[in-house]
């Protein structure tokens, strides 16, 4: 029994659920299956509820997804005792293993678990159905996954290409096709990877992860599993099985924890079969808000960029490729100036990040719910600050620029190489020289670049080509250049998390002007140098001599016009 447990949740602001907790407590007791039921009919917000549990068994409460759970952990508890135990390792510090226990005080438990570790522990407060799932994750790897490949094609279930539809399907939904493709998520959340590619070849089929930024091969099967496969993916996206030689795109959840996972699928038809690719998007509610100031952001763009978005009306873009960040850069832009003062209002495809005090609405092509449309109804709302996930048409483009010369602050996307090319762009789509000159206020582009793995970096010394092509000559003698040597942590690539480039170009009178006259991105750009505006490569080879990133990373992922 946990007595006090009740006391102090009914102490949380604004709880109004007391009847139906204490209906609930009569029903179980005070105990862990009574925090659970709370949790699930959301009578009181997780962490809330979770903390005032720990903190009543005078122990921290941690949620295994949003902690750092490092291998060295995970290797001191072997699988089968994790899941009887109901106990995952999350990191070893000063010699003692903090582990996540759904009954951290059964002191029992934790002498054996210390045993098996061979080392102490520090038991902290998770709820089980969060270790289970972080068990499965965590704990999956390639092996489990040709385990799984393996015993498919032994079962023989597969050994016509040729099915019907309705065959196909009652295979796709069979227990060990359902397994494989969790497993294939499972491992992908593991492993970080934003995207799943599954892919058909003459002979066989792949699956490849892109794990920063990086395609990476993880499994190769049989061609006779493909078609199950995609089935499968596609009945999880409600798409229609039977079509397979049009593209289709869909979307699914799967419960992770006490969240979901969400992802997107796009199939497409090609010489040997359909293409799937799994978008990866956020856990809902579980991905981390970051801030302007963690995001490592050089100071040069980062103030001007701080003092812009305080601005009462205009247009601030961020523009990049798909994946580059440019909505998490975003939401940091409005948890900078969230406060109870402004009406903040979002139009996004999909919502990513939850952000208390900000009204957000999906768009929703199945009913033709359009970005134009939900603005239009916005701007009827008496908002402040709007931000329209993507601008993709001219419709949309007008609304926005309407809205920032009438008074609103907007933020948007749009998908340009340059800061410059951004407000052409505008213009090439349709909105006039004269709505476009006084409503942009600001333009920002940016790229998003593997991150040299800090557990094996090491100093190297790049040969003179490379230097004189990036360089000057004079002031590198004492500047050390940095990469990752490859080690079990970033399984061998030398890369791990990733790092930003960016360059902001703001507004002036001049700018106008040439906006004004249609001018080319290349004379904005000229005219923005002159209030300092340095491009994307000279950021990023900042970030490689503060040992961020590598030479290798900026060539890929900037354009070498701007290398003076």
């Known amino acids: 029994m946990n007595a006090p447990f009740l006391d102090l949740l009914r102490a949380i602001p604004h709880f109004d659920c007391e009847q139906e907790v204490d209906s609930l407590a009569a029903q179980h ?59 995952i390792g999350l990191y070893v510090i000063n010699g003692v293993l903090t582990t996540a226990m759904a009954e951290p005080r059964n002191e029992e438990l934790a002498k054996r678990l210390a045993q098996i570790a061979q080392i102490p522990i520090s038991p902290v407060f998770a709820l089980p159905r969060d270790i289970h799932d972080a068990i499965v994750i965590h704990y999956s790897s390639d092996k489990n996954l040709e385990d799984s490949l393996a015993e498919l094609e032994r079962s023989r279930l597969f050994t016509d290409p040729d099915l019907a539809v309705d065959k196909i399907a009652q295979l796709a939904d069979s227990d060990s096709l359902v397994q494989l493709v969790d497993e294939v998520i499972h491992f992908a959340l593991r492993e970080r990877a934003t995207d799943i590619h599954i892919e058909p070849q003459e002979n066989i089929a792949r699956i490849r992860f892109r794990v920063d930024g990086r395609l990476r091969e993880v499994l190769t099967y049989s061609r006779k599993l493909h078609r199950a496969v995609i089935s499968r993916l596609k009945i999880m996206s409600n798409l229609n099985i039977a079509e397979a030689r049009f593209p289709q795109d869909g979307r699914f959840s799967m419960p992770i924890g006490s969240s979901n996972a969400n992802f997107r699928l796009s199939t497409i038809p090609s010489g040997h079969g359909e293409k799937a690719v799994v978008r990866i998007l956020a856990m809902s509610g579980r ?22 978005i305080q601005s009462p009306n ?13 909505t998490t850069t975003l939401y940091a832009a409005l948890h900078e100036i969230n406060n109870p003062d402004l009406n903040i209002s979002t139009i996004e495809d999909p919502i990513e990040i939850q952000m208390d005090g900000v009204t957000q609405t999906q768009v929703n092509s199945h009913i033709d719910l359009k970005f134009a449309t939900i603005l ?3 701007l009827r709302q008496d908002p402040d600050v709007i931000l329209v996930g993507e601008i993709r048409d001219l419709e949309t483009a007008k609304i926005a ?42 333009v920002m582009a940016q790229r998003l670049v593997a991150r040299i793995c800090e557990a094996c970096k090491e100093p190297y010394e790049p040969s003179r080509e490379t230097l004189l092509k990036y360089f000057h000559e004079d002031g590198l003698t004492d500047v050390t250049f940095y990469r990752g040597r490859g080690c079990p942590a970033c399984r061998g690539t030398g890369y791990k998390g990733r790092i930003a480039f960016h360059e902001f170009v703001p507004i002036t009178e001049e700018i106008r002007t040439l906006i004004s006259e249609r001018r080319s991105a290349q004379e904005i750009t000229k005219a923005a140098m002159k209030v300092g505006f340095r491009p994307l490569r000279y950021d990023a080879l900042k970030k490689v001599l503060l040992g961020l990133t590598t030479i290798e990373e900026v060539e890929q992922n900037t354009s070498f016009e701007w290398a003076s």
């Not at 750092?68 to 072997?78: G, H, N, S």
């Not at 991905?287 to 812009?308: A, H």
């Open 29 to 87: 007791g005070i105990t862990l299956q009574l925090l659970q039921e709370i949790v699930e009919r959301k009578y009181a917000g997780k962490d809330d509820a979770c903390r005032i549990w720990a903190d009543t068994l005078g122990v921290a409460y941690v949620d295994p997804f949003a902690s750092v759970i490092t291998d060295e952990a995970l290797e001191r508890i072997p699988v089968e005792i994790a899941k009887k135990a109901q106990a």
């Open 287 to 308: 991905r981390t808000m970051l801030t302007l100031d963690k995001m490592m952001i050089s100071q040069t763009v980062l103030q001007p960029f701080k003092r812009l």
């Open 314 to 326: 205009g247009i601030i873009f961020v523009t990049g490729p798909t994946g580059s960040g440019k």
């Open 376 to 378: 239009r109804s916005l």
């Open 401 to 442: 620029t309407e809205a920032a010369l009438t008074g609103h602050l907007v933020f948007a996307t749009l998908h340009t190489n340059t800061a410059a090319q951004a407000i052409v762009r505008l213009m090439e789509i349709g909105v006039e020289p004269y709505m476009v000159a006084p409503s942009v206020i600001g």
